[in-house]
């Protein structure tokens, strides 16, 4: 979810009028006009920026796709949001706010486009569900469409399985009611020294790549690695053994620390998971199953002592303030276009079938297409790939048809954009989301507690 550091100056065009600026939250923004202006202006949302770290106002994912569309003739606005991490309820608002700052200062444009990247993504899909009078279509860029409820869930089920098979009753780790950022931390570090020990015996490799299995983190998620071969069971485990140590390091405790903060408690939950159907439906299960194998150790033994560890139970008013404020209903108004790497460790490709289950379900599908690029790595797109997908966006809002959106026809428009960068994207349709969560579904939201001695994949709070 983290993006990375501020764009250089010498990003812009000598040509380029560039405007900062302070909204009345408090938010910094930033407004980048080209000289031939062609009337479209992109309202970038970035990532996840982490309590304490410094966050600027940005106005492109990158320094050279921010070049390719100044010299297009595109003006970019962006803001920094009020405050930092789960800051959905600033972000929205903020980002508004910066383009009714750039109107003001420019006139209105012709064609606004929301974008964004990771976490910025899921700030995109809000505001083109619930603000699509501003917009005249969206792009979301490994997003997090599942939404703040399935997020959380996720992160959950891995760190309890962690917990479960690595540490056991006594190991003491606190999963959720986290304190303070030095609680998190400290819960966050145990958790470490368990996940790094297991990784030196066959048993406890094999168990970090069940809990792995359980948030979908794939095999290949680094592109300083090289992709293994699809049988290589032990070199993919190790990728994502570094994967789940770095949702240890910060997302899975400190990150969460301060959505629970946001949020009044505890928003996830995990009664009711039956973590043996996760398993069946992911991808990883040959993996997992070959090697629990090698490891002489029984699978179905730890899945019954998972299915019969204590239970994690979300604070109800927690629930409803994620659910309010980070949760999709899949109601489109305007079309929006998704694109995900496909070796994404941080929000598993998986998330974009959820998103295509709430739109689906809200009768927005024909609005939503989404594209895949083959690559390892969370958001590890090149700037032709982006600027491929604006001009997709822009063609179906011009046109009223989704036009070369398929693979081909996006990678001719990436090598036409930047022909020095990559172009990968594929056929591709991911798995079911482990455990979808949307406002869509009204059935999968209000399951009692009542009925506890029925077992789902889904759970319920």
């Known amino acids: 979810m983290l993006l990375a550091g501020p764009l250089a100056p010498n990003a812009r065009a000598a040509d380029t009028a560039h405007v900062e600026g302070t909204l009345p939250s408090g938010a910094a923004y930033v407004a980048d006009m080209p000289d031939g202006w062609n009337g479209t202006v992109l309202l970038y949302s970035h990532g996840y920026a982490p309590a304490g770290v410094p966050n600027p106002a940005r106005d492109a994912p990158d320094d050279s796709t ?18 930092n991490g789960w800051a959905v309820t600033d972000a929205v608002p903020d980002q508004l706010a910066t383009l ?7 006139g209105a444009a012709r064609r ?40 959380w869930n996720s992160m959950l ?78 070199t993919q485990q190790a990728g994502q053994y570094r994967a789940v140590v770095g949702l240890i390091g910060l997302p899975a405790f400190v990150w969460r620390q301060e959505a629970e903060r946001r949020a009044g408690g505890n928003m996830s939950w995990n009664t009711g998971v039956d973590y043996a159907a996760m398993l ?3 991808p990883s299960l040959p993996e997992v199953s070959q090697l629990y194998r090698e490891a002489g150790r029984s699978l179905r033994t730890d899945l019954g002592d998972l299915g019969r560890a204590p239970r994690v139970v979300a604070d109800q008013k927690a629930v409803g303030w994620m659910d309010r404020t980070s949760v999709f209903t899949g109601r489109l108004r305007t079309p929006q276009l998704d694109i995900h790497t496909t070796g994404d460790p941080l929000i598993p490709v998986q998330a974009e ?69 990559a172009a990968r994207y594929t056929p591709y349709e991911p798995g079911a989301y482990p455990r979808p969560y949307d406002l869509a579904h009204p059935r999968d939201r209000h399951r009692s507690q009542g009925h506890a001695g029925r077992r789902t994949s889904a759970g319920w709070p």
């Open 353 to 421: 079938s959820a998103y295509r289950r709430a739109a689906t379900a809200a009768g927005s599908a024909a609005l939503l297409r989404q594209g895949y690029v083959d690559n390892a790595g969370h958001c590890t797109f090149s700037p032709g790939e982006q600027v491929a997908a604006l001009h997709t966006l822009e063609d179906r809002i011009t046109s009223g048809h989704w036009q070369g959106s398929d693979p081909a026809s996006l990678n001719a428009r990436a090598r036409a954009a930047d022909p020095a960068s």
């Open 66 to 83: 921010k070049s390719l569309l100044l010299e297009q003739g595109y003006a970019l606005i962006g803001s920094s949001y009020a405050t």
């Open 280 to 282: 069946h439906n992911s």
């Open 100 to 106: 009714d700052a750039f109107t003001g200062r420019f």
């Open 157 to 234: 089920d891995a760190t309890f399985a962690l917990r479960t098979l690595l540490g056991g009753p006594g190991s003491g780790i606190r999963l959720t009611g986290l304190r303070d950022t030095a609680d998190a931390a400290a819960q966050a570090a145990a958790m470490t020294e368990l996940v790094e020990k297991a990784q030196t015996t066959a048993t406890g490799r094999a168990r970090i790549a069940l809990a792995a299995a359980l948030y979908d983190v794939p095999g290949w998620n680094d592109t300083a690695t090289p992709r293994p071969a699809p049988t290589d069971w032990d």
């Open 112 to 151: 606004t486009l929301a974008w964004g990247t990771s976490y910025g993504g899921m700030v995109t899909t809000t505001i083109a569900e619930r603000h699509p009078d501003r917009i005249a279509g969206s792009l979301s860029m490994c997003g997090l469409v599942q939404g703040g409820i399935a997020t």
